[in-house]
């Protein structure tokens, strides 16, 4: 069933219905006339905001619509020109006109009289933004965008040939739970070669982009990227110390944790060392969970689970169910990973990912549908910019449903499958952690470090590596595990964004401990901290849920401690 496009109520008509978001002939004049518009009174500097949000919305769904068709066609031409016009020829006149506006707004005259209450936190952003502006800079970020697609087209076109079928690489994922550890060695063997193929040019795109970045953060009077990064992301509730402590808090009760689970593992497998390709596989021999075959079937067993969880949340979820909302399978030409998308003018969420009939994809599913609900509850904010909470939230929404899914998982699997996955899930919250805490690592020393060599590069990594990774063999894979950030999208495409994953991941499990003791009173925290998008500082957001807004030491261990006491009590 196709859908008609709708637009979502809005507080102004500044936009026109039929408005393409991707010509500047529609959308500059628009613009300018914000810029050139008369300002008397501070209801004047108001109906501004509006009519720029309402105009916002237009351009960053029309980007959107088009992000999202180029991951669904990496190999489709015409898609990925009409994406690289819109980089190349939309982007640097949208960010030259933003940055004016947004100049012309922190500089009105009238801006102290806004209650700042209800604009504070807009008006602190746009203030960052400004100081951080910088014309030369535009180009820069044409060039890095484009450098990123590169990647993921490189990923996308990345197959392998496995018992004469040619597989994309997330459909190699179910071979790494066949209890024939053969199979999973040549699987393993199989995609970590493929893989390694394009490393050297990997790398080239890499070195462009960190030399890109540290450009930006020059032209910018920053002492480095690092500096740059903090503050487009408005990260003005933590500092790199903060996420050092993080670090120490992970290696220091995450990583024994995940030591301990791999010594049962390799105790249970029967072996002495374990590889790689032991991680995924059942450790008892049981056969490999697969929990559904097929789109329509992870879809109607994700809904059984929100009318279960809470009726509005199904009732939510299946709105998405009509139109062009879910992209879940995985095939040739499609990027890797997964996300949730808006398409900010509908308000209508999009979900992406590459499913191959394993739990991962359940848990993928129902990740994407918190971020979704997230989207759908705040949808009613006239302000686009408080429709993207921070991102050390919005993971809040998607994390927590996967903890709170756990005792609705027998809509996919028997009781004692579902153990396993509940097992399975909260020993990978553990894993997680210790992840971001390599990951944040990694990028915290690349750009303190600007003038890095590859090798370089590639040595901290292994350092990283041994002191946040499992405890397993690498031998006779020493290169593949030097290139095992190349796996890690975020790292090309969205610098400095992951320590969220961490941050959002503590934030989770205190809902989970909510939720586990009163559920009716978590889902209405969730209602109604989701619904604040991100008009509220961090701290008061995590306030809102009835969380906590640390990742200090003594939250870690407290969390982790309840998680350990979980898993004690599942079977193997």
């Not at 060039?143 to 996308?156: F, I, P, R, S, V």
């Not at 670090?247 to 689970?261: D, F, G, L, T």
């Not at 992209?327 to 997964?338: F, I, N, T």
Request: some cysteine.
């Amino acid at each position: 069933m196709t859908a008609t496009m709708t637009l979502y109520p809005t507080a102004t008509d500044f936009a026109p219905a039929d408005l393409d978001g991707t010509d500047w002939s529609q959308v500059g004049p628009l613009y300018q006339s914000l810029l050139d518009r008369t300002l008397k009174c501070k209801g004047c500097l108001e109906g501004l905001l509006l009519d720029r949000s309402e105009l916002d919305a237009a351009v960053c769904e029309a980007y959107s619509t088009l992000y999202i068709e180029m991951t669904r066609h990496t190999d489709d031409k015409e898609i990925k020109a009409a994406f690289l016009r819109f980089v190349e020829e939309m982007e640097p006149k949208i960010k030259d006109i933003s940055f004016k506006l947004d100049r012309r707004i922190v500089q009105c005259p009238f801006v102290d009289d806004l209650d700042q209450e209800r604009y504070g936190v807009m008006l602190r952003n746009m203030d960052a933004d400004v100081k951080l502006f910088r014309e030369e800079n535009i180009e820069l970020e044409v060039e890095e965008t484009k450098l990123g697609q590169q990647y993921a087209e490189m990923c996308g076109e990345m197959t392998v040939q496995f018992q004469g079928e040619e597989k994309t690489l997330p459909q190699m994922s179910p071979y790494m739970q066949e209890n024939d550890r053969t199979v999973r060695e040549e699987a393993f063997q199989l995609v970590a070669s493929r893989r390694l193929q394009d490393s050297e040019k990997m790398d080239e795109i890499f070195d462009r982009m960190i030399a890109i970045r540290n450009t930006k953060a020059d032209n910018a009077d920053l002492e480095d990227y690092r500096d740059w990064a903090f503050c487009s992301k408005h990260r003005f509730d933590y500092t790199p110390s903060t996420c050092e402590s993080f670090h120490r808090a992970i290696r220091e009760n995450a990583v024994p944790i995940m030591h301990a689970s791999n010594a049962r593992r390799s105790k249970s497998l029967g072996v002495d060392v374990l590889r790689p390709w032991d991680l995924d596989v059942d450790p008892l021999g049981r056969q490999p969970l697969r929990p559904f075959s097929g789109q329509q079937e992870l879809v109607d067993g994700a809904s059984r689970i929100f009318h279960r969880m809470e009726p509005s949340l199904g009732e939510l979820f299946d709105t998405m169910r009509e139109g062009d909302s879910l992209d879940l399978e995985s095939r040739k030409g499609k990027a890797p990973g997964g996300y949730q998308s808006d398409r900010e003018r509908q308000r209508r969420p999009f979900i992406f990912m590459n499913a191959a009939g394993v739990m991962r994809d359940v848990d993928t599913m129902i990740h994407e549908a918190g971020h979704a609900f997230h989207a759908m509850l705040s949808r009613n904010e006239p302000l686009v910019s408080y429709r993207h909470p921070p991102i050390e939230f919005a993971e809040v929404a998607s994390m927590s449903m996967e903890l709170i899914a756990h005792p609705f998982l027998d809509e996919f699997l028997n009781e004692d499958e579902a153990d396993r996955a509940r097992r399975k899930h909260l020993e990978g919250v553990v894993d997680t952690l210790c992840w971001v805490a390599t990951i944040d690592a990694f990028q915290h020393w690349l750009y303190t470090h600007p003038h890095h060599t590859q090798d370089q590069r590639d040595i901290y990594w292994l350092e990283l590596h041994a002191l946040y990774g499992p405890d397993v063999s690498w031998e006779g894979l020493e290169q593949e595990r030097t290139k095992l950030w190349h796996r890690q999208l975020h790292l090309f495409e969205v610098p400095f964004y992951y320590i969220e994953y961490g941050i959002a991941q503590l934030g989770a499990l205190q809902m989970w401990m909510i939720y586990r003791e009163d559920p009716a009173r978590a889902i209405e925290l969730y209602h109604a901290a989701m619904s604040l998008g991100g008009s509220r500082p961090l701290p008061e957001l995590f306030e809102a849920a009835g969380l906590v807004f640390d990742f200090g030491p003594v939250t870690v261990a407290r969390l982790l401690a309840e998680v350990e006491t979980e898993l004690a009590k599942l079977p193997e």
